[in-house]
């Protein structure tokens, strides 16, 4: 009668550890800690090539959410889009009934004055669009990949999207 509880205690003694073991191993190194960092000064290049709205709204996502950790002071604080592939006809006037939700909050994001749209002249004639035909809060540039390099060579962060 005394070996039957001994067993129990036994096994209970060989399984006890498995379970805590399972609960050690769900974090063996222990949980993240959250550390508050103020960003200032922030100057970032954009490098944008999306095809389709949700990846836009993705991008206009980081671009804002940069803007508010760095304060949104346009004296101290700079972000650049560059873009260049297949987002452009959403930036296109004739195409504004479709992507008007789009084109609302891209450009309102250009009100504070530390976000800018950059497009790329030869991308968007190589969709067939002329400057007069882009909405006026993106400003055209001759091409992408030097509007990048120049604002690198004047100390901005380089971003891909």
């Known amino acids: 009668m005394c070996r039957l509880p001994q067993a129990l205690l036994l096994l209970a003694g060989l399984l006890l550890p498995f379970g805590g073991v399972a609960a050690e191993t769900e974090a063996p190194w222990g949980r993240a800690q959250a550390k508050e960092i103020e960003y200032q000064n922030q100057k970032v290049v954009l490098d944008v090539t999306v095809d389709n709205v949700e990846r836009m709204n993705a991008v206009l996502d980081r671009a804002s959410y940069i803007n508010n950790l760095t304060g949104g002071n ?38 504070g004055g530390v976000i800018e749209f950059r497009m790329c002249r030869q991308a968007a004639k190589g969709h067939g669009y002329d400057p007069k035909d882009i909405h006026g809060f993106l400003t055209l540039v001759p091409m992408a990949e030097a509007e990048i390099i120049r604002y690198q060579k004047k100390g901005y962060a380089f971003l891909q999207y």
């Open 74 to 111: 346009p004296l101290s604080n700079s972000i650049v889009l560059v873009l260049h592939g297949n987002e452009i006809p959403f930036f296109a006037v004739e195409n504004y009934a479709e992507y008007e939700e789009l084109m609302t909050r891209a450009q309102s994001l250009t009100v």
